[in-house]
């Protein structure tokens, strides 16, 4: 199967702007597509950084694991060190410590706003796998718009 790539966002829709309002007629109907990242991930002691890699400005709409195996700790999201710079990982930042079950988890937001823009630079995704390693084994999957109205 083929690929391509968008630098992107991806807008889709057949009337750009708003001149009136005849709906299908010259009202806006233009929406961004919805973007994912997924990682593979076995339970460990160490936070884990995966190659999701989300885009500045975005905006975060779901993370969720699919677990084949239930993990034994509680796990949390955030964003891993910033490698150019040196910066201190943020475990917490998108989620609160929760369980992983086998099947798919639903991560809860930790602070909302940090999920209606990720900031001003892209962030890569830590997950902190608690104190100990498990038999957790699984995948990870961030959904989000890309820079959606002007996020920063």
Sequence with gaps: ????????????GNILNTSGNIIGNNVANV???VMAQ?????EASAAIT?????????QILGIQFTATTGFTNNVS???????????AANPTYFSA??????????????????????GTTDVLIT?????????????????????PNGNA
């Design 97 to 118: 410590a929760a369980a992983v079950g086998a099947g798919v988890s639903v991560v809860a937001p930790n602070t909302a706003s940090h999920w209606v823009s990720v």
């Design 1 to 12: 199967m083929g690929t391509t790539t968008f630098t992107g966002p991806v807008r889709a």
């Design 50 to 58: 995966t190659a999701i890699c989300i885009p500045a400005g975005s």
């Design 77 to 87: 999201v955030g964003i891993a060190q910033n490698l150019a710079t040196g910066g």
């Design 31 to 33: 929406g961004q597509v």
């Design 38 to 42: 997924s990682f593979p991930l076995t």
């Design 127 to 147: 997950v902190n796998g608690g104190a100990a390693p498990g038999a957790g084994v699984g995948v990870l999957t961030v959904q989000y718009l890309q820079g």
